[in-house]
């Protein structure tokens, strides 16, 4: 996809807009297709971001390569939460995650220090922007990010569609749609669905870094927010969670809306845009429970045929 | 030594008033199998209510239950009806639909944000009212009077629900829906009259809540968000769709909260509550008195 867009504040609005999709994408992956409501993606994001912080800030490591300790980080915790929650009913799971990432904000707000990593509390991190370039992942014009956040949305979104189409993609579907039928085939589907949220926190890890390189300023509420964790719910279910083109075509949608809404009434109106996204979302649930992209791929499937038909009789 | 003791005295206190808010969060659960998410909100709903109730007509704050308790029921009766109940009709094989966990959090948004946009960020208190600030001296400690009005609501409130679920014939087709939709179903009644009952019942007690804190609480938009988590924490403790759990639940917290900050910064006893919740979801999910067939 090329850059079309000339404007800084739509380019940051683009970009934002492609946040979202690869973080609802990466999302998706165990909230989708492994049937279960994770709603503390925000930690991940905030470890990644934090991680590839403090190691370039404090000991001058590439945060190319802070991402990918984050990311494994981001792994080992998520695999920690998931061990015994999985076994749970739903809901659990999902308490679990808020409270795990809330409580893991609110101690990052109280350290100021953890060991040798200045972690600076709730004031949190400022990055300088002293050497730009590829290496270092800071760049004077938004366009390289523009480019490496698309690059990242191609790779989960190939990643989604390879494990959709993998065993693991059909273990993590019938372990979510029916798990007590799906034990009796013999998948393990508390394992399954590890592996899943596994390659789900690494992922979102990855772009906590991003976030922190693109606005070279992180602290708590900015990278580890609840809402953060529930816009990333908003904008799968709404889309469609456990389909591929359903959390991109979610971002699509609310994305604009939440940011037109902040520029154009984010004084007189302010939270109009979460108004919105609630009601959609309470509609959405209500009338078309496998998200909006369902119709429009049914749209889609019909319009081909006639297509198809249409030639055939020449 | 003392303060020690005033702190745990008036966290005890606070702490019910906790588990009030939590009582209706486990009521819903108890009946329904789901986690209202808007729980949080509805409190909100129910302190704006009853400031707006006392500050209108200049009433006494504790009379504002007259209009607020009411008000409340009808609320989450029709909440129940019009938006919970299509997912129980469309997911009638499934026991806990995931789904209303998400459409409560919609619910959660709408509410929360129309606040916002309807009274505004700041901060609103009664500033004339008869309890605001009040305290009684017992020995050489201080113990708060709306804090103490607040924790007789809670055990009244808690003693009259179970007396409603004991004693009355209503109380007991809610128990029979509680145990086994279709088996009450087949006994006629209607699990989804119930249900709607039971979620008006549990906002009502969200609403006694709301009366309970707004002498002495500020009344902002997101301030269900507070107690939202709080009120999961709580019926997690106490075991979800338990009573006594509830208000045990809240007392601990609130103990947590005003003796903590005797021996830490106040913001570290957020971060230990968080942890007590994780290590029970972990070794005890049941809670302190959940049944154990429900996890």
Same mark, same amino acid.
């Given at each position: 996809?090329?850059?079309?867009?000339?404007?800084?504040?739509?380019?940051?609005?683009?970009?934002?807009?492609?946040?979202?999709?690869?973080?609802?994408?990466?999302?998706?992956?165990?909230?989708? #297709?492994?049937?279960?409501?994770?709603?503390?993606?925000?930690? #991940?994001?905030?470890?990644?971001?934090?991680?590839?912080?403090?190691?370039?800030?404090?000991?001058?490591?590439?945060?190319?390569?802070?991402?990918?300790? +984050?990311?494994?980080?981001?792994?080992?915790?998520?695999?920690?939460?998931?061990?015994?929650?999985?076994?749970?009913?739903?809901?659990?799971?999902?308490?679990?995650?808020?409270? /795990?990432?809330?409580?893991?904000?609110?101690?990052?707000?109280?350290?100021?220090?953890?060991?040798?990593?200045?972690?600076?509390?709730?004031?949190?991190?400022?990055?300088?922007?002293?050497?730009?370039?590829?290496?270092?992942?800071?760049?004077?014009?938004?366009?390289?990010?523009?480019?490496?956040?698309?690059?990242?949305?191609?790779?989960?979104?190939?990643?989604?569609?390879?494990?959709?189409?993998?065993?693991?993609?059909?273990?993590?579907?019938?372990?979510?749609?029916?798990?007590?039928?799906?034990?009796?085939?013999?998948?393990?589907?508390?394992?399954?669905?590890?592996?899943?949220?596994?390659?789900?926190? #690494?992922?979102?890890?990855?772009?906590?870094? /991003?976030?922190?390189?693109?606005?070279?300023?992180?602290?708590?509420?900015?990278?580890? *927010?609840? @809402?953060? *964790?529930?816009?990333?719910?908003?904008?799968?279910?709404? +889309?469609?969670?456990?389909?591929?083109?359903?959390?991109?075509?979610?971002?699509?949608?609310?994305?604009?809306?939440? @940011? /037109?809404?902040?520029?154009?009434?984010? @004084?007189?109106?302010?939270?109009?845009?979460?108004?919105? #996204?609630?009601?959609?979302?309470?509609?959405?649930?209500?009338?078309?429970?496998?998200?909006?992209?369902?119709?429009?791929?049914?749209?889609?499937?019909?319009?081909?045929?006639?297509?198809?038909?249409?030639?055939?009789?020449? | 030594?003392?303060?020690?003791?005033?702190?745990?005295?008036?966290?005890?206190?606070?702490?019910?008033?906790?588990?009030?808010?939590?009582?209706?969060?486990?009521?819903?659960?108890?009946?329904?199998?789901?986690?209202?998410?808007?729980?949080?909100?509805?409190?909100?709903? =129910?302190?704006?209510?009853?400031?707006?109730?006392?500050?209108?007509?200049?009433?006494?704050?504790?009379?504002?239950?007259?209009?607020?308790?009411?008000?409340?029921?009808?609320?989450?009766?029709?909440?129940?009806?019009?938006?919970?109940?299509?997912?129980?009709?469309?997911?009638?094989?499934?026991?806990?639909?995931?789904?209303?966990?998400?459409?409560?959090? =919609?619910?959660?948004?709408?509410?929360?944000?129309?606040?916002?946009?309807?009274?505004?960020?700041?901060?609103?208190?009664?500033?004339?009212?008869?309890?605001?600030?009040?305290?009684?001296?017992?020995?050489?400690?201080?113990?708060?009077?709306?804090?103490?009005?607040?924790?007789?609501?809670?055990?009244?409130?808690?003693?009259?629900?179970?007396?409603?679920?004991?004693?009355?014939?209503? =109380?007991?087709?809610?128990?029979?829906?509680?145990?086994?939709?279709?088996?009450?179903?087949?006994?006629?009644?209607?699990?989804?009259?119930?249900?709607?009952?039971?979620?008006?019942?549990?906002?009502?007690?969200?609403?006694?809540?709301?009366?309970?804190?707004?002498?002495?609480?500020?009344?902002?938009?997101?301030?269900?968000?507070?107690?939202?988590?709080?009120?999961?924490?709580?019926?997690?403790?106490?075991?979800?769709?338990?009573?006594?759990?509830?208000?045990?639940?809240?007392?601990?917290?609130?103990?947590?909260?005003?003796?903590?900050?005797?021996?830490?910064?106040?913001?570290?006893?957020?971060?230990?509550?968080?942890?007590?919740?994780?290590?029970?979801?972990?070794?005890?999910?049941?809670?302190?008195?959940?049944?154990?067939?429900?996890?």
């Amino acid at each position: 996809m090329p850059l079309f867009v000339r404007s800084a504040t739509y380019l940051h609005i683009l970009i934002l807009l492609l946040l979202y999709a690869y973080l609802t994408t990466s999302w998706n992956l165990v909230g989708g #297709f492994a049937g279960v409501l994770p709603l503390g993606h925000a930690a #991940f994001v905030g470890i990644g971001a934090y991680t590839s912080t403090v190691l370039s800030l404090q000991y001058g490591v590439s945060p190319w390569v802070g991402m990918i300790v +984050g990311g494994f980080l981001s792994t080992l915790v998520g695999v920690l939460i998931g061990l015994p929650t999985f076994k749970m009913r739903g809901a659990y799971f999902a308490l679990a995650t808020i409270a /795990f990432a809330e409580g893991l904000r609110v101690m990052v707000e109280n350290i100021d220090r953890l060991g040798p990593f200045l972690l600076n509390g709730p004031r949190g991190l400022q990055i300088p922007p002293l050497e730009l370039g590829f290496g270092r992942f800071m760049f004077a014009e938004k366009e390289p990010y523009y480019y490496i956040i698309l690059a990242m949305l191609v790779l989960a979104v190939g990643i989604t569609w390879v494990v959709s189409r993998s065993k693991l993609g059909y273990c993590l579907a019938a372990g979510g749609e029916e798990p007590e039928a799906a034990q009796s085939l013999g998948i393990n589907v508390a394992r399954v669905k590890l592996v899943a949220m596994a390659i789900s926190s #690494f992922l979102t890890s990855l772009a906590g870094t /991003f976030w922190a390189q693109f606005t070279l300023y992180i602290h708590p509420k900015s990278v580890m *927010s609840l @809402d953060i *964790s529930f816009e990333i719910a908003f904008i799968a279910l709404i +889309g469609g969670r456990g389909s591929i083109a359903g959390p991109l075509l979610g971002a699509l949608l609310l994305r604009p809306v939440s @940011d /037109f809404s902040r520029i154009h009434f984010g @004084d007189t109106l302010p939270g109009l845009h979460l108004v919105i #996204f609630g009601g959609v979302l309470i509609l959405v649930m209500l009338y078309q429970p496998r998200g909006l992209q369902e119709p429009l791929t049914r749209l889609y499937r019909r319009a081909m045929a006639r297509w198809a038909g249409m030639r055939e009789r020449g | 030594m003392i303060y020690l003791l005033e702190d745990a005295i008036n966290g005890i206190l606070m702490g019910s008033i906790y588990g009030l808010a939590a009582l209706g969060l486990t009521l819903i659960f108890g009946v329904l199998k789901v986690i209202n998410f808007a729980h949080g909100s509805l409190l909100m709903v =129910g302190m704006y209510a009853a400031y707006w109730a006392v500050l209108l007509t200049g009433a006494h704050p504790y009379l504002a239950l007259v209009i607020v308790l009411p008000l409340m029921f009808a609320f989450g009766y029709l909440l129940q009806a019009v938006v919970i109940q299509p997912i129980f009709k469309a997911e009638r094989e499934v026991r806990e639909p995931i789904t209303v966990i998400i459409v409560t959090t =919609g619910v959660w948004y709408i509410l929360d944000n129309l606040a916002l946009l309807v009274f505004g960020p700041q901060y609103r208190n009664i500033q004339d009212n008869p309890l605001r600030g009040k305290m009684i001296e017992a020995g050489e400690m201080l113990i708060s009077v709306p804090k103490l009005w607040g924790f007789c609501a809670a055990l009244v409130t808690a003693a009259l629900v179970w007396l409603f679920l004991q004693k009355t014939r209503m =109380g007991r087709a809610v128990r029979a829906t509680s145990l086994d939709r279709d088996a009450a179903s087949l006994q006629g009644i209607n699990p989804y009259r119930i249900y709607n009952i039971a979620f008006g019942l549990g906002t009502a007690v969200a609403g006694v809540a709301g009366v309970a804190l707004v002498p002495f609480y500020n009344v902002f938009p997101t301030v269900g968000v507070l107690f939202d988590i709080k009120c999961f924490i709580i019926v997690v403790l106490g075991g979800l769709g338990s009573i006594g759990g509830a208000l045990l639940g809240g007392m601990i917290i609130g103990v947590i909260e005003s003796v903590g900050p005797q021996f830490m910064t106040a913001t570290w006893t957020e971060a230990i509550v968080y942890g007590l919740f994780l290590g029970f979801l972990f070794l005890r999910p049941s809670g302190l008195f959940g049944v154990k067939y429900d996890w």
